[in-house]
Nanobody, 118 residues
């Protein structure tokens, strides 16, 4: 079955950078709309960044700091996170759905923890 496996999280200081990866199996990342979401303790899961038909979109809180990208050779989705802030602390999830889908995402990873200290 489809698997999405995130990695790259960790504990960093404010101002540092991290790159999250989401390796896909049984799914071709270039053929799907994909996104990153995050969930902070006690809060709902929220959209961070997405890419559909090569068009990227970002939550206002991360614009200019985060960049979403795909690598077809590695069949992997990335999230480059620069100038991290304590409020970026959360579990980050990748998700995928068909490019033409308008409903909720079909496939989810297990998440990777990002902790940013001040």
């Amino acid at each position: 079955q489809v698997q999405l496996v995130e990695s790259g999280g960790g504990l960093v200081q404010a101002g540092d950078s991290l790159r999250l990866s989401c390796a896909a199996s049984k799914l071709t990342v270039m053929s799907y709309a994909m996104a990153w979401f995050r969930q902070a303790p006690g809060k709902e899961r929220t959209f961070v960044a997405g890419i559909r038909w090569s068009i990227s979109s970002y939550a206002d809180s991360v614009k200019g700091r985060f960049t979403i990208s795909k690598d077809s050779a590695k069949n992997t989705l990335f999230l480059q996170m620069n100038n991290l802030k304590p409020e970026d602390t959360a579990v980050y999830y990748c998700a995928a759905q068909p490019q033409t889908a308008v409903s909720s995402y079909d496939y989810w990873g297990q998440g990777t923890q990002v902790t940013v200290s001040s």
